[in-house]
């Protein structure tokens, strides 16, 4: 009697190969090396806790460079306010620089950059050459970043001002009265001239022209606080809390104008 063999021994069933060399495919582990519905549908899915993470760091990641900022004017004021080893290691600094070799005609030259008679005119003139531009290239809300930076040098005695009065820190020698902390001198050159160079940036197409500017407007900055120290009018504390508020300012408005609408024809393209 011929026996048949029993297909009901063994879940896999081989299939001849095309190649016709005798070799047989296993069905059964095909079906389940290409993943069942299951598979693919788990594979189909991010990893929750991954992903979670991935999103919870790009939603705060734009915040975490201005809340830094924000946080270290707070530890400078704290203190400014308060009679600290940190205090006592910035009055020893601001004699060791007022007794620098700057000469004081250079120092009153630098710290008079910060007056507002002199920062603001240079942003107002900066705002109208953008505000004229955009306009005649058509862009949509052109007036938008124009009016942001000018919204944000009038913040800045808003918040400078009542500050001064809260800190109430005296001056150094020479100085009378208090409210010295943080500085209004350094505060406006920072925004008024950082904001200026904000303004300028996208259309500047050539990008040495566009970080050579922002170098300048640093070194701008720097400079004005340290005629400032110099010639006595303030604490190096004072000058380092307008730092830190006013990048912080900067990057809100960097924010603004990056999501305003208002993209520049050509501003990525090279120069010939």
Known sequence: ???????????????????????????????????????????????????????RTRILAPFALPLGLLSLF?????????????RRADERLARTVADSRLPEGAAEFLADLGNVAVAVPVLLAVAAYVAWRARRAALPRWWLPPLAALALMALVPVLV???????????????????????????????AYGAAVLLLLPWLS??????????????????????????????????????CLGAALLLGLSTVLARSGTAVPGAGARPE
């Open 1 to 55: 009697m011929t026996s048949v063999p029993d297909r009901r021994s063994s879940p896999h069933t081989t299939a001849p190969d095309s190649d016709g060399d005798g070799d047989g495919v296993d069905v059964g582990d095909r079906g389940r090396g290409s993943g069942s519905g299951r598979d693919k549908g788990d594979s189909g899915h991010p990893e929750g806790p991954s992903a979670a993470a991935g999103a």
């Open 74 to 86: 707070a530890l400078l004021t704290w203190q400014a306010a308060v009679d600290t080893p940190l």
């Open 161 to 191: 001002v009542p500050l001064k009065e809260a800190v109430g820190r005296t001056g150094p020698p020479g100085t009378a009265g208090d409210g010295y902390y943080p500085s209004g001198h350094t505060a406006t050159a920072a925004v």
């Open 206 to 243: 050539d990008r040495y022209l566009r970080r050579e500017l922002t170098i300048a407007c640093v070194l701008l900055v720097a400079a004005v606080g340290y005629g400032l120290v110099r010639r006595g009018y303030h604490w190096p504390l004072d000058v380092a809390g307008s730092w």
